[in-house]
């Protein structure tokens, strides 16, 4: 399969939620790199992955796309269902900076060849505490770690008509998680543009 999507022209091969797969993934890779395969390699992830699990990819994966989504464990757990996130989400971000760095390699069309980018999900009413998260990657990591803050959030499921969550981003949130990346330090990454309809 990852062999077809090369001829079909693909830009990358990316793995979501892909922890559980890994002996599969990594003989599969073993074999289509045999047989020419040259296309990054992306681990989309929500940044949850365990230290072992990540050293297994050291040398394999050529661009991490973890997510950062929250500074507080309780909020973790009520939202997500993560024990103990804090601790493991940084953990996992501390090995993939280890392996990665700080540059983002682009080729020649501004493609992503090779690197790390973090993302971060506003959310409303301040729940995933985003001047914390950023200020941990700025200091913990590098102000000079590519970072993605997301205004997407919007309610769904069981969210629907929540008393917090049941509701987008306002711009005031937006404007408020932008300053808090310029606040942070971080040097480089992107904003998301406020959609008007909101």
Same mark, same amino acid.
């Given at each position: 399969m990852m062999l077809d999507l090369q001829k079909r022209g693909c830009h990358n091969v990316e793995f979501v939620t892909a922890t559980h797969y890994i002996p599969p993934i990594l003989a599969a890779l073993d074999i289509a790199a045999a047989a020419g395969l040259?296309?990054? +390699?992306? *681990?989309?992830?929500n940044g949850y992955d365990s230290?072992?699990?990540?050293? #297994?990819?050291?040398?394999?994966?050529?661009? %991490?796309?973890?997510?950062?989504?929250?500074?507080n464990n309780r909020v973790a757990l009520r939202l997500s269902g993560f024990a103990h996130y804090v601790e493991g989400n940084r953990a996992a971000l501390r090995?993939?900076?280890?392996?990665?760095?700080?540059?983002?390699?682009?080729?020649?069309?501004?493609?992503?060849?090779?690197?790390?980018?973090?993302?971060?999900?506003?959310?409303?009413?301040?729940?995933?505490?985003?001047?914390?998260? +950023?200020? *941990?990657?700025?200091?913990?990591?590098?102000?000079?770690?590519?970072?993605? #803050?997301?205004?997407?959030?919007?309610p769904? %499921?069981?969210?629907?008509?929540?008393?917090?969550?049941?509701r987008k981003v306002t711009f005031e949130e937006y404007d408020a998680a932008?300053?808090?990346f310029e606040a942070a330090g971080l040097?480089?990454?992107?904003?998301?543009?406020?959609?008007?309809?909101?």
């Open positions: 040259r296309l990054p +390699l992306v *681990w989309n992830t230290l072992a699990a990540l050293q #297994l990819l050291d040398g394999v994966i050529d661009i %991490y796309l973890p997510d950062a989504k929250y500074a090995e993939m900076h280890r392996q990665m760095g700080d540059e983002l390699l682009l080729d020649d069309q501004g493609i992503a060849r090779r690197g790390l980018i973090i993302r971060h999900l506003i959310l409303p009413n301040n729940l995933a505490q985003t001047g914390e998260v +950023l200020r *941990w990657i700025a200091t913990n990591l590098s102000p000079n770690v590519h970072v993605s #803050l997301m205004n997407q959030y919007f769904t %499921y069981k969210a629907i008509g929540h008393p917090v969550l049941g932008l300053e808090a040097n480089n990454g992107w904003g998301q543009e406020y959609p008007e309809e909101q």
